[in-house]
C-alpha cells in the first residue's frame, strides 16, 4: 500500500492497480483510472476567482493552448464523449488581463454560475443541468478533484457524497487523503498545542536545546557518559553558563531525565557543513623530500607511541600499500610545526585512495595498519568535527572487523606471522579501549574471545605496549562495570574492590623503566603514567559521595586520602605534559588524558579553595595555548574542541565557585547528582589521612551524607571526625 503525502499533487500516467466504477477499494492508487479512457489532449485549467472559466465550441482540428497552463493535470474523459479540442477562452476585463492568481484545490471561489456567459453551442461535456444552479463552497475536495488540483462540486442531492467531476466520468468519489497544512490552520495549531501540552504533562523527561528550530531536522550522534563534553556537563560545582556559548558552538543538546540521566547529541546542521572533499583550494603535489620526511619523522616521534608497523618491516617491502604511506606521513603531519598545507594535501589523497581502492571494504594487514594509524588524529578524516569524529569511529571499527576476518584475535591458533599478528591486535585492543572512553560508546573487543598472547619479540616497544595492553583491559573492565547503561544498579561493592586492585596493582608492578620518576620521564614512561592518571579519574569521580549519590546498595566511597592521592597524580602528569608539550599534537588520547587531569584539579580548587590546583589548571591551560597558538586558526578542529574545555575550566576558577550548583547530568546510570550544601568547609591538617577534612556549618550540618567514608565531614561543634549515614 503506497503511502500518501498530506499535500495534492499531479497523478502518475501508471493505471497499476486502477478501480473501475463502483468497485470499493482504491488502496494501491491515489484515485481509481479506467484503463479504456484516452486522456484529454489538455489539462483542467486552474481556477481564477474574478471571471468564470468557459469551454470553447469543439474544433475538427487539433491545437495548442495559448497560454500553458501551471497547474493543470491530465485526466480521463470517457470513451463515448466528444474530446473537446481547441483553446479555452476567458471573459476578462482589460485591466485584469494580464493577472493570474492561483489557487489551493481547497480554496474555492464563487460558483461558475455567478458569472454571467454566453453560450453558442452547449458543450458535449455538460452531463447534468445541475451547473444551473448555484453552488455553494465545497468543505474539502475529494481525493479525485485533490490529486488533479482542479475545482470539486459536491451535488447537493447525493448520499454519499458525490461530486459532478466523479459523477461526469464514472470515477469513486472518496474523501480519504488528509487535507493540506494550509487548510483549518489555526484549528490544526490549536490542536497540536493542546495535544504537546498533553504529552509534556505526561512525559518524565526535560530536553535542553541549543538549537534553533530550523535545524531540528538533521540526524543526531551521542556522546556517551565518559566523553569529554559529557564530563564537564556532569561535574559538579560549575555554573552552566560557563559552557553555554560551548553547547552552541558545536551543537550540542542533551536530554535529561526526571531523575537526571542523559546523554550529549549533536545536531548536524546541514549549512554548516559543505559536503565535499576538500571545500577550499589545495595543493595536491606532494614533493617526495616532504614525504621523506614526514616518513621519517612518524619512526622517531609516532610509532614509539602505538607501534602498528616498525620501520625494518616498512623498508622491506620494494612496493608499499599507498594507504598506509599516505597514512603514516598524515599522522606525522598532524605535527605543530607541520604547514597546514601540507596536512590537508596529504588528507585529501588519503580520503581519496580509500574511496579508488575500497579500503574500508578490502581486508588485509596494510588496511588494517592504516586505519589504525589514521585513529590516531580525529582532523585526519575531515576538516568538519562532526563529520571527522563520526569517520574515526566508523573507520575503527572497520579495521577491528577487518583483523577479525584475518584471524588476528586468533593469532597463536593461525600461526603465521605470529609476532606480527600479536602486535596489530595489541594495538586494535588499545585504540578499541581508549577511542570507547573518548566518545563514551561501547567497546568491540571481548578478551574472551582471543587466544593472541601479547608481543614478545624482545623489542624495546614491546614492553611498553605490554603494559598499554594490560591498562587498556582494565579501562575496559571500568567501562563495563560502571559506565554501562545500567550504571551502578548492579554493580556490587566486591567487583569494585577487585577493579582498584587490579588497577593498583598494575602501578606497582610497572618495570622499573616505566616507572615516572618526574618531568622529565621519558616518552613511553610519562604517558603512560598520563593514562593511568586518566582511569584512575575516570573510575572515582561517580564515587564523590558529596556530590553524587550512588544505589543503596553500595558502600563503597572516595576518602579524602584517595582524592588528595589523584590529586596528587594528576598534577604530576601535568608537570610532564609541560615539559613534553610536543605530545599534545598528535594521539587524541592525550588531550583527553589532559582534561581529566583539568577535572581533578578543577573539582580540587572548587570544593577545597586550593589555590595550588588553579596554578596547576593554568599551566595545562597555557601549555594547550602554546599548541594552538602554533597553528592556523582553522587548523586542527577536532582537537581544539577538547582544548577549550580545559580553557573553560580555567575560566571557571577566575570567580567564586558555585557551591550549591547542581550537576546538569548524572555522571552514570544508578548515580543521581545532588546540590551541596553551602557551609561544607575544608581545613588541611598534615597529621590526617589525605591532609585534610570537612567541616560542616549551618544548614551542612543537617546534609546527607549517606555513604561518606567515616572521618571525611565533621560538624562545627565537634572535636572528632563523624561518620555519616
Not at 493577472?99 to 458569472?115: A, L, R
Not at 518524565?204 to 564537564?232: I, K, M, Y
Not at 597463536?412 to 596489530?424: D, F, T
Amino acid at each position: 500500500t503506497q503511502q500518501h503525502p498530506t499535500g495534492g499533487y499531479a497523478p502518475t500516467g501508471s493505471v497499476n492497480g486502477a478501480t473501475g466504477p463502483g468497485m470499493s477499494s482504491h488502496s494501491t492508487q491515489y484515485y481509481p483510472m479506467h484503463p479504456t479512457y484516452p486522456p484529454a489532449p489538455h489539462g483542467y485549467a486552474p481556477y481564477y476567482p474574478q471571471q468564470m472559466m468557459m469551454y470553447g465550441a469543439p474544433r475538427s482540428s487539433t491545437s495548442v493552448p495559448e497560454q500553458a497552463q501551471p497547474s493543470s493535470a491530465p485526466s480521463p474523459v470517457p470513451a463515448s464523449a466528444p474530446a473537446v479540442i481547441g483553446k479555452r477562452k476567458r471573459k476578462l476585463e482589460p485591466s485584469r488581463s494580464k493577472v493570474t492568481v492561483e489557487k489551493d484545490s481547497d480554496q474555492e471561489g464563487p460558483s461558475g454560475s455567478d458569472v454571467p456567459a454566453k453560450r453558442s453551442t452547449p458543450p458535449a461535456t455538460t452531463p447534468t443541468t445541475s451547473d444551473s444552479k448555484k453552488r455553494t463552497k465545497t468543505q474539502r475536495a475529494c481525493d479525485s478533484c485533490r490529486s488533479r488540483k482542479i475545482r470539486c462540486d459536491v451535488l447537493t442531492d447525493s448520499e454519499p457524497p458525490l461530486c459532478q467531476h466523479c459523477k461526469q466520468y464514472g470515477f469513486e468519489c472518496t474523501f480519504f487523503l488528509p487535507i493540506t497544512e494550509t487548510r483549518f490552520k489555526k484549528k490544526k495549531m490549536e490542536e497540536e498545542a493542546a495535544e504537546k501540552e498533553k504529552e509534556k504533562e505526561k512525559s518524565t523527561d526535560t530536553r535542553r536545546n541549543t538549537l534553533s528550530p530550523q535545524a531540528e531536522s538533521g540526524d543526531l550522534r551521542v556522546f556517551g557518559p565518559t566523553a569529554a563534553v559529557h564530563l564537564l556537563h556532569s561535574q559538579p560545582i560549575i555554573s552552566s553558563r560557563m559552557y553555554e556559548s560551548y553547547d552552541q558552538r558545536y551543537h550540542h543538546t542533551w536530554e535529561v531525565s526526571k531523575n537526571g540521566d542523559g546523554v550529549i547529541s549533536v545536531q548536524n546542521v546541514p549549512g554548516d557543513e559543505k559536503q565535499v572533499s576538500h571545500p577550499k583550494p589545495i595543493d595536491l603535489r606532494l614533493e617526495p623530500e616532504v614525504l621523506q620526511n614526514l616518513l621519517n619523522a612518524y619512526f622517531k616521534e609516532i610509532a614509539p607511541l602505538l607501534p602498528v608497523v616498525s620501520q625494518t618491516e616498512f623498508l622491506a617491502n620494494p612496493s608499499p600499500s599507498p594507504i598506509l604511506l599516505y597514512s603514516m606521513c598524515l599522522v606525522a603531519a598532524a605535527r605543530r610545526e607541520v604547514p597546514q598545507s601540507v596536512f590537508d594535501s596529504i588528507r585529501y589523497a588519503v580520503n581519496s585512495v580509500i574511496k579508488a581502492e575500497d579500503v574500508l571494504s578490502t581486508a588485509s594487514i596494510a588496511n588494517v595498519q592504516a586505519l589504525l594509524i589514521l585513529s590516531m588524529v580525529g582532523d585526519s578524516h575531515s576538516q568538519f568535527v562532526p563529520n571527522a569524529l563520526s569517520a574515526l569511529w566508523i573507520r575503527l571499527g572497520t579495521a577491528i572487523r577487518m583483523a577479525q576476518d584475518l584471524g588476528l584475535h586468533r593469532a597463536e591458533s593461525v600461526k603465521q606471522s605470529v609476532e606480527l599478528r600479536r602486535r596489530l591486535w595489541g594495538a586494535c585492543v588499545i585504540c578499541d579501549r581508549w577511542t570507547s572512553l573518548t566518545y563514551g560508546h561501547p567497546y568491540m573487543i571481548d578478551v574472551q574471545d582471543c587466544d593472541a598472547r601479547l608481543p614478545s619479540s624482545g623489542d624495546p616497544n614491546d614492553l611498553y605496549m605490554d603494559e598499554l595492553v594490560r591498562l587498556s583491559v582494565i579501562l575496559g573492565r571500568v567501562l563495563k562495570t560502571i559506565y554501562s547503561p545500567s550504571g551502578l544498579m548492579f554493580t556490587t561493592d566486591d567487583m569494585l574492590y577487585s577493579l582498584l586492585s587490579d588497577l593498583e596493582s598494575w602501578k606497582k608492578n610497572l618495570p622499573e623503566n616505566l616507572q615516572y620518576r618526574g618531568s622529565d620521564t621519558p616518552q613511553d614512561a610519562g604517558l603512560l603514567h598520563l593514562l593511568y592518571c586518566s582511569v584512575c579519574m575516570i573510575f572515582w569521580r561517580v564515587f564523590m559521595r558529596i556530590h553524587y549519590a550512588c544505589p543503596a546498595h553500595l558502600k563503597f566511597g572516595l576518602t579524602v586520602e584517595t582524592w588528595t592521592s589523584l590529586v596528587q597524580l594528576t598534577s604530576e602528569s601535568i608537570d610532564w605534559l609541560d615539559t613534553h608539550e610536543r605530545m599534545y599534537d598528535v594521539w587524541l588520547l592525550v588531550p583527553y588524558a589532559a582534561t581529566s587531569c583539568a577535572l581533578v584539579q578543577y573539582h580540587t580548587w572548587a570544593r577545597r579553595q586550593d589555590a595550588e590546583a588553579a596554578t596547576k589548571l593554568r599551566k595545562l591551560r597555557d601549555c594547550v595555548r602554546r599548541w594552538e597558538g602554533s597553528i592556523s586558526p582553522d587548523h586542527m578542529s577536532a582537537r581544539r574542541k577538547t582544548a577549550e574545555i580545559i580553557a573553560l575550566l580555567y575560566e571557571a576558577t577566575q570567580g567564586p565557585p558555585p557551591l550549591d550548583q547542581a550537576p546538569v547530568l548524572n555522571p552514570t546510570g544508578g548515580v543521581k547528582g545532588k546540590r551541596a550544601l553551602i557551609g561544607l568547609e575544608y581545613k588541611k591538617d598534615p597529621s590526617r589521612p589525605g591532609g585534610g577534612f570537612f567541616v560542616a556549618h549551618g544548614e551542612a550540618r543537617s546534609g546527607d551524607y549517606e555513604g561518606v567514608p567515616r572521618g571525611t565531614i565533621v560538624t562545627s561543634s565537634d572535636d572528632e571526625a563523624e561518620g555519616s549515614s
